[in-house]
């Protein structure tokens, strides 16, 4: 079926259960668990653990994480809102009495209470067969005895040595011999591996209260941090409904606002009113209307998103069909839509996670410390990488993302589930930063409109449309960049590859499962 210009991988099957994610090792961790007889829930949360330690740019214990959660496959969904808060003192009155207007993303204020660890420990709960005792052994080996650096790991980790070389206590625990890791180097982390066994001993309040908290706090206020125990000590878990839309007969969830999946279900919603299959998967047409798609659900989530338990957010008023209405009849194939110009603060990086059990348990995960190598601001005595993710909010009173004490800043990471009459058939995610709404879209559409299987969703070259101008990977053909360029789009050549995807379709009829791993990371899809 591969008619697009580059080879690419085969998908994997299998009868039990199908695990995906951003690297081999932690794949493998992830099926041992099923193996032994622990849940998709157990497997995807063994898998992070994991990759919180051997893709350190992307994930940690210091990050946070939302998933959805469907038991056997059927009926009810739901979403776990694992996303940290600011601290009680963070108002933007006293960031603009000292005269800043944006979160620097490198300093304390950057840093809201890590939400991963509470997370795990609240969906195992619910879903899971193991603790947090068995399941972060992997994790914890890994820290102690070392881990092998990946080859996308290395090419992020050079990237970032600049910013590493600044942070703090980066050089001490990120740049083993002042330098960045190379692929093939071997990383031990034996101060994360300890606090990984306290909480593998404990479970949360090892992270939240106590010692760890303290060595975080003190970490944050040694360098100008509003940060205090009782920030850590109250964080909880938001356990919730998804929401959706419907596209091409299935129904598409996503975790709700301060999530962002309401960003690719309006792009869904304006999508759905065009005819793809009249034009080439690979075509200057299908790009635009993405672009456009794109354009006006960003636009959307810039002026009305925030985290609902501070402002009024009107998720069924957005997702109405009426919402869109007034831009879609203004689209044309032959020039852009006049819009105002948005441009998030956010470009993080993610480890996304698909997992199918044996029952059919589905767990559509996703963790992440937002930027490439978070803060760069490492806990003194823990080892533990602090997320920048209130490098989110806004410091503009009134705007629904407005820093506020206690609230949740406007996220980039979400997984996903599409479901048929009530059933699962795909959960997905794409990682990357702005990437990700863009993403799922076009791997779901890929599917859904031009009858590619999940891996060759997941493959096809990709474009982003990104504070005014079109990011477009080498492998998108020269005629459509040059076509897109005639309409009027701005555009460029992306370096390092659009996001990182991972899908996993299940066939209730076959009994089987058909997982795809994105090339543009080290991972892999693995089945049993």
């Known amino acids: ?56 740019q992307s994930t940690g214990i210091g990050g946070d994480c939302f998933a959805l959660v469907q038991p056997r496959g059927e009926g009810k969904i739901t979403a776990y809102n694992g996303s940290g808060r600011a601290p009680m003192a963070a108002t933007a009155e006293w960031y603009l009495e000292r005269k800043i207007h944006s979160v620097p993303l490198t300093s304390a204020h950057a840093v809201s209470i890590p939400g991963a660890v509470d997370a795990w420990q609240t969906i195992l709960g619910n879903h899971g067969k193991f603790g947090l005792d068995k399941l972060l052994q992997p994790a914890i080996k890994a820290a102690e005895e070392g881990y092998v650096v990946a080859p996308r790991i290395a090419f992020d980790w050079k990237n970032q040595f600049e910013k590493l070389k600044k942070g703090t206590n980066t050089e001490r625990y990120l740049l083993p011999h002042g330098k960045p890791a190379v692929a093939g180097d071997v990383i031990r982390q034996p101060e994360l591996g300890k606090t990984l066994r306290a909480i593998a001993k404990d479970g949360p309040k090892a992270f939240y209260t106590g010692e760890i908290a303290e060595d975080m706090v003190a970490t944050l206020r040694s360098i100008g941090g509003l940060h205090t125990l009782d920030d850590f000590a109250d964080h909880s878990t938001e356990v919730t409904a998804p929401i959706g839309t419907i596209y091409k007969g299935y129904d598409v969830w996503q975790c709700p606002p301060n999530g962002p999946g309401i960003t690719m279900l309006v792009m869904l919603n304006i ?142 990471i979400i997984p996903s589930l599409a479901t048929k009459n009530g059933r699962a058939i795909m959960p997905f995610g794409v990682m990357g930063g702005q990437y990700q709404p863009v993403g799922q879209t076009r791997v779901l559409t890929n599917i859904l409109d031009y009858g590619c299987d999940v891996q060759e969703a997941i493959d096809m070259p990709r474009g982003l449309h990104y504070e005014g101008v079109y990011q477009l990977e080498d492998s998108v053909p020269a005629a459509i960049v040059e076509g897109l360029k005639k309409i009027g789009h701005k555009t460029t050549s992306v370096v390092a590859p659009l996001g990182g995807g991972q899908a996993i379709w299940i066939d209730w009829d076959k009994g089987t499962l058909t997982g795809g791993s994105d090339p543009r990371k080290d991972g892999c899809a693995l089945g049993y």
């Open 1 to 56: 079926m591969r008619n697009f210009h580059f080879a690419g991988r085969s998908t994997v099957h299998s009868l039990n259960g199908m695990v995906a994610t951003s690297h081999p090792e932690a794949a493998l961790a992830a099926i041992d668990v099923m193996r032994e007889g622990g849940t998709a829930v157990d497997a995807a949360i063994a898998a992070s653990a994991l990759l919180a330690v051997i893709e350190p």
């Open 271 to 412: 999508l759905s009113r065009f005819d793809l299959t009249k034009f080439p998967a690979l075509s200057v047409e299908r790009f635009h209307l993405e672009a456009e798609a794109a354009r006006i659900a960003y636009m959307m989530r810039e002026q009305h998103i925030g985290d609902p338990r501070h402002v009024h957010v009107d998720v069924a008023g957005i997702l109405a069909k009426e919402f869109a209405d007034e831009y879609i009849k203004n689209i044309r194939m032959d020039r852009l839509l006049e819009l105002p110009n948005v441009a998030p603060p956010m470009n993080p990086s993610t480890v996304y996670i698909t997992v199918v059990d044996k029952d059919r348990n589905v767990c559509s995960f996703i963790n992440s410390i937002a930027h490439s190598f978070g803060s760069a601001i490492v806990s003194d005595k823990t080892g533990i990488l602090l997320q920048n993710r209130a490098g989110g909010f806004r410091i503009q009173p009134g705007h629904p993302n407005c820093i506020a004490p206690g609230k949740r800043p406007l996220h980039t």
